[in-house]
C-alpha cells in the first residue's frame, strides 16, 4: 500500500480545529519541521501539542505558540522558548509538565495497550495529586495513566513508500513511541525509497503504524545554543 502523500499541506490539511497533536523530537533535533511548518501556514488552531519541549521562538512549535494556535502543552520542560514561558506564566495558554521518563513511559503505554502503570516518580509532590499511590516492596508508587493523540507527526531518517521507518542517532529520541500511540501518524523523511530498500533489522517503527508519509525537500536542522570552542 502506497502511503506517499506529495507535501506536508496536503497531509497536515487532514487535521482539524482543537486536534491533540505529539510532535517527536528532543530540542530541535528529529522534528518534523515541514509538517509543523505546513500547520503553522494553515492557521489549525485549539490544538493540544504533546512534544517534550516547544521548541523555540522563530522554529519548531514555537511558531504555533507564537501565532496563538496552540491550546494546551503537555511536555516535560520549557526549553528555550521565551514566548512560551510568557504565555505559561500569564496562564495565557494550558501547561502539564510531564517527568521526562515518566512522558516517555506514558506515550509507549498507550502505544502497547497498557491501561497504567505505577512509577515512584513524583511520589510526595504535586505530580501525585489527585493520583492513586500504592506501596509496593516498601516504596510507594504513583499510578500514571497511558497518553495517546489524534495525530502524531514524527520525523525519520529514511522510510519507504508502505511507511516503513529508519531512525538516525539522537534524532530517534521520542519519535517511534509517538508514531505508536496516535490515531493517526504522519511521517516525513529525508530519504523515500521503494520497499525492498531498507535493511529490515534496520527498521525501528514499521509502516503499520504510519498513515502517511512525505519527504521533506530541505531540512535546517537548527541547534538550539551553539557553543564554540575558543583556539
Known amino acids: 500500500m502506497n502511503k506517499v502523500v506529495q507535501s506536508a499541506e496536503e497531509a497536515v490539511a487532514r487535521i482539524p ?7 517527536g ?8 519541521e515541514h509538517l509543523i511548518k505546513a500547520l503553522h501556514q494553515r492557521g489549525t488552531k485549539n490544538l493540544t501539542i504533546i512534544s517534550n519541549n516547544a521548541g523555540v521562538d522563530e522554529f ?4 504555533l505558540l507564537k501565532a ?3 491550546r494546551k502543552v503537555i511536555g516535560t520542560y520549557v526549553g528555550e522558548n ?13 501547561v502539564e509538565l510531564v517527568p521526562q521518563g515518566t512522558f516517555s513511559e506514558r506515550i509507549r503505554a498507550a ?11 513524583g511520589y510526595g509532590t504535586i505530580i ?17 495513566m497511558p497518553l495517546s493523540a489524534d495525530f502524531a507527526l514524527v520525523k525519520a531518517w529514511k522510510g519507504d513508500t508502505t511507511g516503513n521507518l529508519v531512525y538516525r542517532k539522537t534524532a530517534r529520541n521520542f519519535n517511534p513511541v509517538m508514531a505508536t500511540a496516535a490515531k493517526v501518524t504522519m511521517a516525513e523523511v529525508e530519504h523515500l525509497v521503494e520497499p525492498g530498500e531498507l535493511e529490515p533489522d534496520a527498521v525501528i517503527t ?26
Open 68 to 70: 496563538r494556535q496552540v
Open 60 to 63: 519548531g512549535a514555537g511558531m
Open 206 to 231: 514499521p509502516g503499520i503504524f504510519v498513515k502517511h508519509i512525505i519527504q521533506g525537500p530541505a531540512y535546517e536542522k537548527r541547534i538550539e545554543k551553539r557553543t564554540l570552542r575558543r583556539g
Open 25 to 32: 523530537g528532543f530540542g530541535l533535533c528529529g522534528i518534523p
Open 111 to 121: 502505544g502497547a495497550g497498557i491501561g497504567g502503570f505505577f512509577t515512584p516518580t
Open 128 to 144: 501525585a495529586e489527585g493520583k492513586e499511590t500504592r506501596e509496593i516492596d516498601g516504596k510507594q508508587y504513583v499510578l500514571e
Open 17 to 23: 480545529d482543537g486536534a491533540s497533536i505529539m510532535m
Open 82 to 94: 521565551k514566548e512560551f514561558e510568557r504565555q505559561a506564566l500569564a496562564r495565557e495558554i494550558e
